[in-house]
């Protein structure tokens, strides 16, 4: 079931979205080589606590696996999502992409970005340019009376007419009331298909995508998935919500 949510429930998931966004740009400021996954992952956690609010994904339960860990997502190159802070440390020319989620209020927020680690390829570069257009473009299609196959048509198209691929594993979903809701919004799909969209709706849309193949494994950790082919991989993610007809992202401080 999609949930609509209220107007008092919409101010308590933009307060959490708010430090989702804030702890990112933090987050982003530290990235550069020679900075260790668990050292990004103390100070999103701190700033997180500091505002009173909670690391979601800390000790999050997924069957076959461990509680995860850490209080964000740190996946590097091949790593597509879920990677787990530690002591690796991060390399001039890789690609990083930290996954935030917080809640605050019993209400939660989730977003992501991928980060350059100084100077990176134009493949890379490109790669990174590609999502992030993607994303945005998939939230053009979020309004009222569109169908999730929009969203998910404009993200699916606009990747693969320049090579990349769309992992088809994963995908984005409802947030707020908890951290995974209905819909799942798949990052490819076609027009005019799938749920219809509407006011109050509030949705992570989330593309995933790779240089090579869509497939994706999963490490031996149980959490963090991987490209199958090895090639590097990026994913941005906004929470957005659709207010008066439109989309407001929610992710951006």
Same mark, same amino acid.
């Given at each position: 079931?999609? @949930? ?5 429930? *919409? ?11 804030? /702890? ?15 050292? @990004? ?30 209080? *964000? ?6 790593? %597509?999502?879920? $990677? ?16 935030? $989620? ?11 970005? /991928?980060?350059? %680690? ?23 299609? !979020?309004?009222?009376?569109?169908? @999730? ?43 005019? /298909? ?8 509030? @949705? !992570? ?6 240089? $090579?193949?869509?497939? %994706?494994? %999963? ?19 906004? /929470?957005?919500?659709?207010?008066? $007809? ?8």
């Amino acid at each position: 079931m999609i @949930l609509i949510k209220s107007k008092r429930e *919409i101010d308590y998931i933009r307060e959490s979205n708010k430090i989702v966004a804030e /702890t990112l740009q933090l987050v982003k400021r530290y990235v550069r080589p020679g900075v260790t996954t668990f050292e @990004l992952d103390k100070i999103a956690e701190d700033y997180i606590l500091s505002n009173n609010a909670h690391p979601a994904f800390k000790g999050y339960s997924q069957a076959g696996a461990f509680d995860f860990p850490g209080s *964000i997502c740190s996946s590097i190159d091949d790593e %597509v999502v879920h $990677g787990i802070p530690g002591n690796r440390v991060l390399q001039e020319g890789e690609i990083l992409s930290v996954d935030v $989620g917080v809640e605050k209020n019993k209400y939660f927020g989730d977003a992501a970005l /991928t980060i350059a %680690v100084g100077k990176i390829s134009d493949e890379k570069q490109k790669l990174l340019d590609v999502t992030e257009k993607s994303l945005y473009l998939g939230i053009e299609q !979020a309004v009222a009376n569109n169908r @999730l196959g929009d969203i998910s048509f404009a993200i699916q198209s606009y990747v693969e007419s320049f090579g990349f691929s769309v992992v088809r594993d994963l995908c984005g979903h409802g947030v707020g009331k908890f951290l995974h809701e209905d819909p799942q919004i798949p990052n490819y799909g076609k027009k005019g /298909t799938g749920p219809l969209l509407k006011n109050g709706m509030t @949705l !992570a849309i989330e593309p995933m995508i790779n240089v $090579g193949t869509y497939k %994706v494994v %999963v490490a031996q950790d149980g959490w963090t998935v991987l490209t199958a082919d090895g090639t590097p991989s990026a994913h941005f993610e906004h /929470t957005i919500v659709i207010l008066n $007809g439109n989309p407001e992202i929610l992710t951006i401080c």
